[in-house]
């Protein structure tokens, strides 16, 4: 099975940038369906991006379309989040999410890997 290692999050004013990279290990990141998540206090888990493992097909969640962008590397196994005028309302864990169905979700029980997440907060 596959394993994934997030990184990239940090501290960031309002309106910055930050690339969120996860890492897979243990299998090839190009059998999966790749995914992101994020879930801030007391939220629940929210869709933020999600790309086909071809590569061919992507979706972005409603509150961060225009402003995030997401992509891979097979040659790496990496898997990248864009995150761009970030506002204080992003602030979140990250997760990546793989995913073996042969079309995408956008949905948390559809995935069966999961890395640990990744602290990003935005400040105001």
């Known amino acids: 099975q596959v394993q994934l290692a997030e990184s990239g999050g940090g501290l960031v004013q309002a309106g910055g940038s930050l690339r969120l990279s996860c890492v897979a290990s243990g299998r090839p990141l190009s059998n999966y369906n790749m995914a992101w998540f994020r879930q801030a206090p007391g939220k629940e888990r929210e869709f933020v991006a999600v790309?086909?493992?071809?590569?061919?097909?992507?979706y972005i969640g409603d509150s961060v379309k225009g402003r995030f962008t997401i992509s891979k590397d097979d040659g790496k196994n990496t898997l990248y989040l864009q995150m761009n005028s970030l506002r204080p309302a992003d602030t979140a864990v990250y997760y990546c999410?793989?995913?073996?169905?042969?079309?995408?979700?956008?949905?948390?029980?559809?995935?069966?890997?999961w890395g640990q997440g990744t602290q990003v907060t935005v400040s105001s």
């Open positions: 999410a793989a995913d073996t169905s042969l079309y995408v979700h956008q949905t948390v029980a559809e995935y069966e890997y």
């Open positions: 790309i086909h493992w071809r590569g061919e097909t992507a």
